[in-house]
T-cell receptor, first 116, second 111 residues
Framework: GAVVSQHPSRVICKSGTSVKIECRSLDFQATTMFWYRQFPKQSLMLMATSNEGSKATYEQGVEKDKFLINHASLTLSTLTVTSAHPEDSSFYIC????????????FGPGTRLTVL | DAKTTQPPSMDCAEGRAANLPCNHS???????VYWYRQIHSQGPQYIIH???NNETNEMASLIITEDRKSSTLILPHATLRDTAVYYCTPIIIQGAQKLVFGQGTRLTINP
C-alpha cells in the first residue's frame, strides 16, 4: 500500500507554545487528507478534512483557530496546534486519500504530543 | 453515517482462528465494509474490504452476510503480533470520504 509519513513522531512542549505536525504522502498524490485525534484508550476522532488548495472542513466541536490546517500541496498537509495546553496532549494521526477509484485511506504512524 | 457495533474485547489462542464480528445494520447500498486494525501507539493499518462477496487476502478473510447487515473478519492462524484493536467501518465507494471509527474490538492473542 501507499506510504504516509508524519513528523515529528513525538513532541513535548511547554504550555502556551505552538506545535506543527507534518503529514506527507510519499508515493502518491493526496487530494484529501484527514486529521484525527486519539486520547488514551479511546477510538480515533476525526478533527478535520483538508482538500488541497482549499480551506479545511472541521468537525463539530473542533476549534479551527486553535487547530490550523494547511494543505498547500498534493503531498503535504500540516496541523498546527496553537497555544497548546495540557488538555491538547494526545495522539494525532493523519490519513491521506487520492480520491480516485476506491476510497482507501492510508494512515500515518501518528504523532504523540505532550504539553507540559 | 452508518453505525457499527463490535464486541469491546476478545481473546484468542495463538495459532487458532480469530473471528471478529461487526454489526452494520444501517449500511447503505453504496458503502463498502472496511476493516482496519491499530497496534498500540501506531496508526491504523488497512486489512481488507468488501461490498457483498466474501473476500480473502494475505492477511485475513472477510465474510459478509447476504443482507449486508453484518460481517466477520477472520484471522486464520492468529499470532501474537495480531494483538490490536480492530475496527470495521462502512465507507462510500468512491471519492475521499471521512471515516467514522467506533470503539472497535480489542483482540488479545494469548500464547
Amino acid at each position: 500500500g501507499a506510504v504516509v509519513s508524519q513528523h515529528p513522531s513525538r513532541v513535548i512542549c511547554k504550555s502556551g507554545t505552538s506545535v506543527k505536525i507534518e503529514c506527507r504522502s510519499l508515493d502518491f498524490q493526496a487530494t484529501t487528507m484527514f486529521w484525527y485525534r486519539q486520547f488514551p484508550k479511546q477510538s480515533l476522532m476525526l478533527m478535520a478534512t483538508s482538500n488541497e488548495g482549499s480551506k479545511a472542513t472541521y468537525e463539530q466541536g473542533v476549534e479551527k483557530d486553535k487547530f490550523l490546517i494547511n494543505h498547500a500541496s498534493l503531498t503535504l498537509s500540516t496541523l498546527t496546534v496553537t497555544s497548546a495546553h495540557p488538555e491538547d496532549s494526545s495522539f494525532y494521526i493523519c490519513s491521506a486519500s487520492s480520491g480516485l477509484g476506491y476510497n482507501e485511506q492510508f494512515f500515518g504512524p501518528g504523532t504523540r504530543l505532550t504539553v507540559l | 453515517d452508518a453505525k457499527t457495533t463490535q464486541p469491546p474485547s476478545m481473546d484468542c489462542a495463538e495459532g487458532r482462528a480469530a473471528n471478529l464480528p461487526c454489526n452494520h445494520s444501517t449500511i447503505s447500498g453504496n458503502e463498502y465494509v472496511y476493516w482496519y486494525r491499530q497496534i498500540h501507539s501506531q496508526g491504523p493499518q488497512y486489512i481488507i474490504h468488501g461490498l457483498k462477496n466474501n473476500e480473502t487476502n494475505e492477511m485475513a478473510s472477510l465474510i459478509i452476510t447476504e443482507d449486508r447487515k453484518s460481517s466477520t473478519l477472520i484471522l486464520p492462524h492468529a499470532t501474537l503480533r495480531d494483538t490490536a484493536v480492530y475496527y470495521c467501518t462502512p465507507i462510500i465507494i468512491q471519492g475521499a470520504q471521512k471515516l467514522v471509527f467506533g470503539q472497535g474490538t480489542r483482540l488479545t492473542i494469548n500464547p
